[in-house]
């Protein structure tokens, strides 16, 4: 399985290449899972409707009035366009969201502190198998956004760390997190691989700030738990390759 977790900027960027390299995994059998963020439109939404907008190291801070929007951005508005961007590439695309029937279980990572976020605690093996029928040829893509539903109802995700709960429980062989930088920059540089050692060094310089600091820490955790190959980049096949 490849799991592939694209951020809301990364979403109007792709290019034809991307479109065609998951059509080429697919045909080659892969399972392709891609998990959508939406992150800048939840905010510039937020603040058209006088909503808070804060986050803290990269993670929303989640009133219910945010999470009312963040899940209409989602699932309603987010998810939709980038489906039908797909099939417009051809790809057929399995919609998957806390409406349909959620992927993810999640309990909640700091109430006091994030309001309504969850951290994932599981994922729905039989929706998950769906894609394990791609052979079926009628929907060899999932596509999935971050929301899970929680203790009292739905709760929102990073999606990062949402992409590493699912690379991490299906044991897929890698994680590609496109973002809209070609990688970790150091000097307007890509670092081609980098270590924890390295990242932390380079995050304590201030080097590596603000959303590019949750999303390592996702990746490091998913490559401690066995997904192998994980990259950083706005483009496949490129970017920085993470390691050990
Ligand atoms: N050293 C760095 N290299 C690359 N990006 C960095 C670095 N430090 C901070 N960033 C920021 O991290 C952002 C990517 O994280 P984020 O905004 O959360 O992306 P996404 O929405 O794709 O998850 C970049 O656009 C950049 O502004
Ligand atoms: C709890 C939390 O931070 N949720 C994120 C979910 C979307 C996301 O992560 O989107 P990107 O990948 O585009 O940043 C949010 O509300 O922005």
Redesign the pocket.
């Given at each position: 399985m490849i799991v592939i977790?694209?951020?809301?900027?990364?979403i109007s960027q792709l290019k034809d290449d991307f479109f065609h390299q998951v059509k080429e995994w697919t045909k080659e059998g892969q399972q392709v899972v891609i998990l959508h963020?939406g992150?800048?439109l939840i905010s510039s939404t937020c603040a058209f409707f006088d909503l808070p907008t804060e986050k803290i190291d990269?993670i929303r801070v989640t009133p219910p009035s945010v999470l009312a929007l963040t899940s209409h951005l989602l699932t309603n508005v987010i998810q939709p366009h980038f489906q039908n961007q797909l099939a417009q590439a051809g790809i057929s695309a399995l919609a998957v969201n806390q409406e349909a029937g959620p992927l993810f279980t999640a309990d909640y990572l700091d109430q006091d502190a994030y309001g309504e976020v969850g951290e994932v605690t599981g994922i729905d093996e039989a929706v998950l198998a769906e894609v394990s029928q791609a052979g079926n040829g009628q929907n060899p893509v999932l596509l999935v956004n971050s929301l899970a539903i929680g203790p009292n109802g739905p709760l929102n995700v990073n999606?990062?760390s949402a992409a590493q709960a699912l690379a991490t429980m299906a044991s897929a062989d890698q994680l590609i997190?496109?973002?809209?930088?070609p990688?970790?920059?150091?000097n307007e540089e890509v670092v081609t691989a980098l270590n924890p050692l390295k990242a932390n060094q380079?995050i304590d310089q201030e080097?590596?700030?603000?959303?590019?600091?949750?999303?390592l820490q996702a990746a490091f955790s998913a490559l401690h738990h066995g997904v192998h190959k994980i990259t950083i980049t706005n483009h496949l096949g490129q970017g920085t390759k993470l390691e050990l």
């Open positions: 977790k694209i951020g809301g900027n990364a963020g992150g800048q990269g999606a990062d997190l496109l973002t809209d930088v990688g970790v920059l150091v380079l080097l590596i700030t603000a959303g590019m600091v949750p999303k």
